[in-house]
């Protein structure tokens, strides 16, 4: 088994495939959540390790791939305006708008910032009384707790010269969405451990039964998603469909309660357009009217904006697990990092991305499946 | 960005009303907001999100994580500078990783 060695615990993983190896009788689709998951599959190879029968497909978990064009459209108007210091973090940078992207914007004279945590813009506010200061709040159910932690906290301290533009999704939506569709392949889902350290599982027993699809929650590193995938394949091939906890030094069933107090009352659940993909319901959250004096939307007027997607990008099909990124004929010619036509090619956790830094160049680009939008 | 990253408590404040912490992530020592993990201690581990305290973790989960991290070049991409990253790529190189022989 080559690159094996490059494992934490080479023992371990090897002890895992050949579990996951001994387990398998037939072909089984998996699909995996989080786009830091993706990462560490192809980077170690775990999917040239699995048995043949087990498939992994991407799915759409990468925030900054997601996040629609119209949302990036009005964060680079806002940023461009002279009495703004625009907040983001460093990974939303390059993701391109129609046109251009913030680095570009700052190159043009724009104050843009890179924050590491949201509560770095708040201070930026604070010490700037003078000026605007937006932060960029983008993410899944992870991110969402430390952003409606900051705009409860300029509430709290009178910061009003803070505002944050919201555009958080949320996972469990998704995977409904990916399953309703008449195109899916997908049996059982590895979710992603972190939104569950915030979120807990209370989410996924419904999903798992109406679905009838197994539901492992699993970390990101490797030997994680060995035994997730070891546990969804057991599910599988007994034809069981639970949620299961594989990562529960992270995790617990409830989550974090007080993060998740803290989201139903900064935020209310929206229907959300992901990138790519389009709108799916309820799979979003913005700010409560409550906190509307934050709202960046409100603030300022971005209205009217006209977007435009590049033609050839398909990575709304790549994020739905219906092509890979090596299919898309523009991947590693017209696309690449360098010169990204989706945002799924930029982010660190872009699957495109992941697929052309880890030289998966030489596979051949056939396109195995009719590709569907999920909705 | 979605990674968390494990960290250890150094020392703790009240600030603006808020419980802060400073964290050391493997070296690189961040302030980090304790409020969704308040009887956090100094000494213990938690998983640490753009700069929240999000779960805690033992002490060797949380070191062989960091570890691992630290080898794949992760906590450079969380703590290093954006700017410097998002400039090579406009201006042409390519991301440097190794080539992988099949
Ligand atoms: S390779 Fe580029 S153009 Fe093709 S789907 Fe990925 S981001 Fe879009």
């Not at chain 1, 197994?214 to 035994?227: C, N, Q, S």
């Amino acid at each position: 088994m080559k690159y094996i060695d490059e494992f934490q615990d080479p023992e371990l993983a090897r002890r895992l495939l050949d579990d996951i190896h001994a387990t398998v009788t037939r072909p089984w689709a998996l699909m995996e959540v989080c786009g830091g998951q993706t990462h560490s599959i192809i980077r170690h190879g775990i999917d040239q390790l699995l048995p043949d029968q087990v498939e992994l497909i991407h799915g759409p978990g990468c925030p900054v791939c997601v996040t629609p064009l119209e949302v990036i459209d009005k964060a680079l108007e806002i940023a461009s305006r002279p009495q703004v210091i625009f907040c983001s973090f460093g990974d939303m940078l390059r993701v391109p708008g129609t046109g251009r992207d913030l680095f570009q914007v700052r190159g043009e004279g724009g104050d843009v910032r890179v924050v590491y945590s949201p509560l770095d813009a708040l201070r930026i506010a604070q010490q700037n009384p003078d000026r605007e200061v937006v932060f960029f709040g983008i993410g899944f159910e992870t991110t969402a707790p430390p952003n409606a932690m900051t705009v409860h906290q300029a509430r709290k301290l009178g910061i009003a010269n803070f505002s944050m533009l919201v555009s958080h999704v949320r996972v469990p939506p998704a995977i409904e969405a990916i399953m309703s569709s008449p195109n899916c392949r997908v049996q059982g889902f590895l979710a992603a451990g972190h939104v569950c350290s915030v979120m807990g599982v209370g989410e996924y027993p419904e999903l798992a039964e109406r679905f009838r699809v197994p539901i492992v929650v699993t970390g990101f590193e490797p030997l994680d998603i060995l035994e997730g995938v070891r546990r969804a394949v057991r599910q599988l091939e007994r034809g069981e469909h639970t949620v299961d906890n594989a990562y529960a030094r992270a995790v617990r069933p409830e989550g974090n309660p007080a993060a998740r107090a803290m989201l139903e009352d900064v935020f209310e659940v929206t229907d959300r357009a992901w990138r790519g993909i389009g709108v799916i319901p309820d799979s979003g959250w913005r700010l409560s009217s409550k906190y509307r004096d934050h709202d960046a939307e409100y603030r300022f007027s971005v209205d009217g904006i006209r977007t435009e997607e590049p033609a050839e990008c398909r990575s709304g099909e790549v994020l739905q697990g219906l092509l890979k990124p090596h299919e898309c004929e523009a991947f590693g010619t017209l696309c690449t990092p360098r010169t990204p036509l989706g945002a799924t090619m930029v982010s660190s956790e872009g699957a495109c991305a992941a697929y052309y830094l880890y030289r998966r160049l030489d596979m051949p680009a056939t396109k195995t499946r009719e590709a569907t939008p999920v909705v | 960005m979605c990674l968390a990253v494990p960290g250890r408590v150094l020392d703790i404040e009240e600030r603006d009303g808020t419980r802060m912490a400073t964290v050391d992530f493997g070296g690189v020592v961040k302030e980090v907001c304790l409020e969704y993990l308040p009887d956090l201690q100094v000494g213990e581990y938690a998983i640490v999100h753009v700069g929240f305290a999000l779960q805690r973790l033992d002490e060797e989960s949380a070191r062989q994580t960091l570890e691992l991290f630290a080898e794949l070049g992760l906590l450079q991409e969380e703590f290093g500078d954006p700017w410097e990253t998002a400039a090579a790529e406009a201006a042409g190189s390519e991301p440097v990783e190794e080539v992988r022989n099949q």
